[in-house]
C-alpha cells in the first residue's frame, strides 16, 4: 500500500452530498484508491434531498 494518498489528496477526507448514485461511486472510487471508512455516515434533510456525508481515512 502507497504510504501517501495520490494526487495530493489529504489524509482525511469527508464526501458530502445529495444520497444518489453519484454520491455512492465517489465513495467507492475513494476505497479503490485506498481509503478507508472513518466512522458512521452521516444523514439529513433539507427539506428536498437527502444528504450524506462519510469520513475517510488513508491507510488507517
Known sequence: MK???PD??????????K???SFCHRV???LAL???????PAM???GTDTIVAQALV???
Do not use: K
Not at 495530493?8 to 452530498?17: E, F, N, Q, V
Not at 481509503?35 to 458512521?40: C, D, K, N, T, V
Open 34 to 40: 485506498g481509503y478507508q471508512l472513518y466512522g458512521s
Open 8 to 17: 495530493d489528496l489529504p489524509i482525511y477526507r469527508i464526501l458530502t452530498g
Open 28 to 30: 467507492s472510487e475513494a
Open 3 to 5: 504510504t501517501q494518498p
Open 58 to 60: 488513508w491507510g488507517a
Open 44 to 46: 439529513t434533510f433539507n
Open 19 to 21: 444520497d444518489d448514485a
